[in-house]
């Protein structure tokens, strides 16, 4: 289970905490009867049929493919690749190739010419069905897996993850024969990880799915009916928001946890900031980000408070080794584990920081697993949820993401958005 505490910086008041958890507590019964909260019971209320669908294409898709074009953006994306990446990478001979979240033509160009002549699949994610960016990409991917295999079977090779009853992608797949998984109406997309979303590509990259469920239906067990751990991240945090700090940091030392990040900001930047509310979301991987944005951690502006996502367990391997003379003056490290120093490294930084006048919070999860990572993931979704009513705002919209697809759809001359 995932263990959260906290400490805040000199004068920084904890006087609100306690009325900020009531609140939060009361609010998940809220989050469970959203129209958007399909993600609460989720881990333990899935589909099975469909779940034993994702194995079997997930199998076949091993079998025949040497690469798995993932085409999706937001919240389409980001949390398979944090899960994957997060877990050291695909553990079968299938390698994800990530396309469809950016317009940039060199990253295109980039994923085909790493594509080569490989063998493939597609699995296109869009909820929507109609978002540019992967709409773009599919073709491209499509338009090559046609002039690689022909139609019957490149239509053998494409998965549509998308609604379950309406969209463009929808129709499409329809028509085409298309293997479907569907993105329920109930869940957004960014609390989408345990739908056929994120499933899929992580059942493709060789990791456990029924351990990934299972650690999130342990959290989802803590959290149900208070809010547990959540409720607390989201009391301090709404406490520190009150008194203008902020910014938040997500700090890690684990460099694998870079996409977790990039997913964790989506979440709450997605959830949080809107009607001119809301805490910013950042990230660094430390030690790597002390040699960059610690100086500013340390003494910049105080607006700002870290959350440490820490492992409990160690990882025994690498050690210092040990050498005759001492030019370095690392003898004092000689046969010390690497992960016990970088841990060492972890605590320093902590205890500098808040020295240096920023709240210091602690997420803590048992292990480096799917079942751990299950469990962190339903944890930061629920204090997601809970701190956005807190914050008095729908943590499940996001009506600012339509302004630039406005503009842009003008700019671009799609029909319907002339001037
Ligand atoms: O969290 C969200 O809802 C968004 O980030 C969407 O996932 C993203 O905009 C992609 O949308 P769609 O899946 O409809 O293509």
Redesign the pocket.
Known sequence: MIDFKFNLAKGVSGDAYADYLTKAKTFVQRAEEDDFGGWVNLPVNYDRDEFARIKAAAKKINGDSDYLVCI?????YLGHKAVIEALGGERSRTKILYAGNSLSARALEKALAELGDADFSINV???????TE?AVAFRVFKQKLIAKYGEEEAAKRIFATTDAAKGALHDEAKANGYESFV?PDNI???Y?VFTAVGLLPIAVAGIDIDALMDGAAEERAATISDGGKAAEYAAVRNTLLAQGYDIEILANFEPDFMYFNEWWK?LYG?SEGKEGKGIYPASVIDSTDLHSMGQYIQEGRRALFETFVELAADKNGVTVPQFGENLDGLAYLEGKELDWINKTACEATREAHLAGGVSILEVVMPDLDERSLGGLIYFFEMACALSGFVLGVNPFN?PG?EAYKTRMFELLGKPGYEK
């Not at 999706?72 to 389409?76: C, F, V």
Request: aromatic content about 0%; overall charge positive.
């Open positions: 999706g953006i937001g919240g389409s994610i869009s909820k929507s069905g109609t978002t992967p993105v957004g997309g960014r989408s989506q997605e996001q993401v």
